[in-house]
């Protein structure tokens, strides 16, 4: 009998509300997350002894809502606790503060968020430079500003969101460098005419942003950092729609954090594990698991939700999550399928414009060819196993036909982060150079566990010695 009906991974607005869902509508379900709270990478909530760093972030926050409604409902939580492990039968092992422990359900929603995209350049890995999804955790999370001085460059939203909260917080933002031109900015005007609210939270950091004086330079790419004896020196150049530098004025900026981001990947280890059908879409942000437009993906009892089913942003996430643990329940017999599925159309509605609105911003961050294809040979591209592109192509051209099979013979994507980092571009590079750009064919990484880098200590937890059933000898 398992422990659960319904264990939900991830606790972000996608978690959480399939977990408030399937919880109303009468199931025993448990949510896990590796933080201490919930919120996710959006509503991330801040760390007890953080100091705010602006008066807004003293305010009710969104997150503070779905944290609230979370400890108001009957929802067991496993905060804490990192997923390591899912088996085909729906038992999770994580390893939490109190060691290890494991429970079973009988259907599993998975809604593990994003991973970071960061496309290689020459000192990417230097110390100072971080990601710009990073930099928006250290800014909710531990109300630190990435640097005294920061350039911010990459594209996407996150790059306004990430200078204005800089400035706001009284740190200066040296150079805004985004990829997009304003002709990509202005495609996305129809969709963000749907979300007044987030049009009007991005204008007032625009607004900041240039009160503060912060240059922005449009269609602009990183192409170099070196360490500086005044801070950390970046190259700008200018690049065309693409993603590649081309010729012009070249410009130098000087900076002690380089908060840069290209984009955001969906988080498929879980379900690739479970093996469930995957696609890859480029729109979406990388492989999705197959899914209906509630979840259910190709495994029974087998559920995605947010942006790990495909970048659609956070308000989507949401309801994305309620439409998931709607659909479980009913999958399950819970009492009163039929007013469960009365709720569904509303959902469905305010995920589809929620979703109108993060899909053109998921536009401005999708990866560019050109960007990829002008990373220099000795560039690392694994920073884990220090791989560098020329090895990546000499294995492309000694016939490597996967991305499995490029790591088994470079060790690219070995190493703690289990490809999370390097394997997008990897797949990338492979695609472009032995696939003519097909990422069906390149594929993607076999999902191992550990799911995430854990300690033999916090699997073992605590054991004495005497406990150890010590095998009678063979018989000779
Ligand atoms: C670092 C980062 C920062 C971001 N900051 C912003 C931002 O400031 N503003 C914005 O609009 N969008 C931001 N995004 C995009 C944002 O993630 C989404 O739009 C939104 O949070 C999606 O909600 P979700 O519920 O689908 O996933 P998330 O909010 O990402 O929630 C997924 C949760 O699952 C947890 N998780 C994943 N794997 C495991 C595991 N194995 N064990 C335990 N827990 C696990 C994660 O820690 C996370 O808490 C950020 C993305 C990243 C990667």
Not at 153 to 171: D, F, H, N, S, Y
Not at 221 to 229: D, L, N, S
Request: glycine fraction near 12%; proline fraction near 6%; aromatic fraction near 4%.
């Amino acid at each position: 009998m398992p422990d659960f009906d319904v264990l939900v991974l991830g606790g972000g607005p996608a978690g959480v509300n399939a977990a408030l869902a399937a919880s109303a509508a009468g199931l025993k379900v448990a949510l896990f997350d590796e933080n201490t709270a919930a919120g996710g990478q959006v509503y991330r909530a801040p760390v007890s002894a953080a100091v705010p760093l602006t008066a807004d972030q003293q305010a009710e926050q969104p997150g503070d809502t779905l944290r609230r409604e979370l400890a108001q409902s009957a929802v067991i939580t496993y905060f804490n606790h990192v997923v390591w492990a899912v088996t085909a039968d729906y038992r999770v092992d994580a390893a939490g503060p109190a060691g290890p422990m494991h429970c079973t359900g009988r259907a599993l929603i998975v809604a593990t968020g994003t991973t970071e995209r960061i496309v290689p350049f020459d000192g990417w890995t230097i110390p100072g430079v971080i990601g710009l999804a990073a930099a928006t955790i250290l800014l909710k999370s531990q109300g630190i500003l990435p640097g005294r001085s920061t350039l911010v460059a990459g594209c996407g939203p996150l790059l306004a969101a990430v200078a204005a909260k800089t400035i706001e917080g009284g740190g200066k933002v040296q150079a805004i460098a985004d990829m997009a031109g304003l002709g990509d900015w202005g495609r996305t005007l129809p969709a963000m005419m749907s979300r007044p609210d987030l049009m009007r939270e991005g204008f007032h950091w625009w607004h900041e942003i240039s009160r503060a004086g912060a240059p922005i330079l449009s269609r602009h790419t990183i192409v170099k950092v070196e360490q500086a004896h005044d801070g950390l020196r970046a190259t700008l150049a200018p690049c065309d729609a693409a993603g590649r530098p081309v010729s012009g004025k070249r410009r130098s900026v000087v900076a002690d954090c380089i908060a840069v981001g290209h984009g955001l990947t969906p988080s498929t280890e879980i379900t690739r594990l479970l093996r469930a059908k995957h696609r890859y879409s480029r729109q979406a942000g990388g492989w999705i698991a197959v899914a209906d437009m509630d979840g259910r993906t190709s495994r029974p009892r087998l559920y995605v939700a947010g942006d790990g089913a495909g970048i659609a942003g956070a308000a989507a996430a949401s309801h994305h999550g309620t439409i998931a643990g709607l659909a479980c329940a009913i999958d399950l017999g819970a009492t009163d399928v039929d007013q469960l599925r009365s709720h569904v159309p509303a959902a469905r509605q305010a995920h589809a414009k929620a979703a109108r609105f993060g899909r053109s911003m998921a536009q401005l961050m999708a990866l560019r060819p050109g960007h990829i294809d002008s990373i220099g040979p000795q560039t690392i591209v694994c920073r884990c196993e220090d791989v560098t592109r020329a090895e990546i192509d000499a294995a492309c051209d000694a016939g490597a036909h996967d991305v499995n099979q490029l790591k088994a013979w470079t060790r690219c994507g070995m190493g703690p982060c289990q490809g999370r980092t390097c394997e997008d571009v990897t797949a990338e590079l492979l695609a472009a150079r032995a696939h003519g750009g097909s990422r069906e064919r390149a594929g993607c990484f076999s999902a191992r566990t550990p799911l995430r880098p854990v300690t033999v200590e916090a699997l073992t937890g605590d054991f004495s010695y005497d406990d150890i059933p010590i095998p009678k000898a063979a018989p000779l």
